[in-house]
């Protein structure tokens, strides 16, 4: 079955810790999205790659990096920088490049939660 | 850069009575709207969206939203909600260019009681 997989379910980072969560499609989408929810302030973007090779920061980019090495896979690390990482993440794609008319797939999201 | 407000964070509702959830929205540019919706443990889903022509936009589940570009506006409505619309809504937002950035609203919290 075509989806997007997130994984960890759950992770957990010590201080001064940078940890990764993991984003693979199997959609053969272009675009990839990375969010963050928190409680009252909902989806904020974090970072965008609109094809391999490329992103582009978001809103709240601070704190976080991405690389796109392969269409399928947007990793996502949270570095000891981001200051207050507790937050579910989502990973979505998109389909059609060039025209937005497509809506997004998301992941089941990922729970990070600071030790 | 464009951005989305949701006027209202959290709507109580009656089982079948209305409900109209408000999102306005600011860009420089020409834009698509978008609404989402978040059931109770679960991932989002498109609800509906507006890419061009006609304003009111009949989605899934009963729901229609109308595009006002001289308000900047995107609210969404359904005339009879049920037990099971109990949910988060967000309201979305990306610009008419070529460029893949989506940007959400905060979401409206709808609760539905019998």
């Known amino acids: 079955d075509g989806g997007i997989t997130q994984s960890p379910k759950y992770l957990f980072r010590k201080e001064g810790q940078n940890v990764t969560l993991s984003c693979e499609q199997n959609l053969n989408h272009d675009a990839m999205y990375w969010y963050r929810q928190d409680p009252g302030q909902g989806l904020r973007l974090i970072y965008y790659s609109q094809i391999v090779n490329d992103f582009q920061k978001g809103d709240i980019a601070e704190g976080y990096s991405v690389s796109r090495e392969k269409k399928e896979s947007f990793p996502l690390t949270v570095t000891s920088a981001q200051k207050n990482p507790t937050a579910f993440y989502l990973c979505?794609?998109?389909?059609?490049?060039?025209?937005?008319?497509?809506?997004?797939?998301f992941g089941s999201g990922t729970q990070l939660s600071v030790l | 850069a464009q951005s989305v407000t949701q006027l209202d964070s959290q709507v109580p509702v009656f089982e079948e009575a209305p409900v109209e959830l408000r999102c306005n929205y600011s860009s420089s540019v020409s834009v698509y709207l978008f609404w989402y919706v978040q059931y109770p443990n679960q991932g989002l889903q498109l609800l509906l969206k507006y890419l061009s022509g006609s304003t009111l936009v009949k989605g899934i589940n009963g729901f229609e939203a109308e595009f006002n570009k001289s308000q900047t506006s995107f609210h969404l409505r359904k005339p009879s909600v049920h037990i099971s619309d109990t949910a988060e809504y967000f309201c979305?937002?990306?610009?008419?260019?070529?460029?893949?950035?989506?940007?959400f609203g905060a979401g409206t919290t709808v609760t539905v009681r019998a």
């Open positions: 979305a937002v990306s610009a008419r260019v070529n460029d893949y950035k989506l940007s």
């Open positions: 979505a794609s998109t389909g059609q490049h060039g025209a937005f008319n497509e809506k997004l797939f």
